[in-house]
Nanobody, 124 residues
Framework: EAQLVESGGGFVQTGGSLRLSCEAS????????IGWFRQGLGKEREEVSC????????LYSDSVKGRFTISTDRAKKTVYLQMRNLKPEDTAVYYC?????????????????WGQGTQVIVYP
């Protein structure tokens, strides 16, 4: 059974850092694109970042560019999201997802399978 399991969320003060992990089981990354998304309370889900399994290209939303870094450990079948200089507006449930076609675009519609999410709360 295919699964994506996020972890690493928690409480952090403004300006702090967290590293989220997304571990895949039941399938190999292959040429898939893996993405991170988030949904704040009362807000629509939005794109955060993605990494292409074909060529390693990384994409970031403007709101996190320069603060977040996405990376992959293929041997561990895990994708990480290193988050630095966190702000209260980063508070959200963070989800990882996989695009089986490997399109390499940062758009929710391209992603086929989703994890359950991990909560990040950034307090002042």
């Amino acid at each position: 059974e295919a699964q994506l399991v996020e972890s690493g969320g928690g409480f952090v003060q403004t300006g702090g850092s967290l590293r989220l992990s997304c571990e895949a089981s039941g399938f190999n990354f292959g040429d898939y694109t893996i993405g991170w998304f988030r949904q704040g309370l009362g807000k629509e889900r939005e794109e955060v970042s993605c990494i292409s399994g074909r060529d390693g290209t990384r994409l970031y939303s403007d709101s996190v560019k320069g603060r977040f870094t996405i990376s992959t450990d293929r041997a561990k079948k895990t994708v990480y999201l290193q988050m630095r200089n966190l702000k209260p507006e980063d508070t959200a449930v963070y989800y990882c997802a996989i695009d089986y076609e490997g399109l390499g675009v940062l758009a929710q519609v391209a992603f086929d399978f989703w994890g359950q999410g991990t909560q990040v709360i950034v307090y002042p």
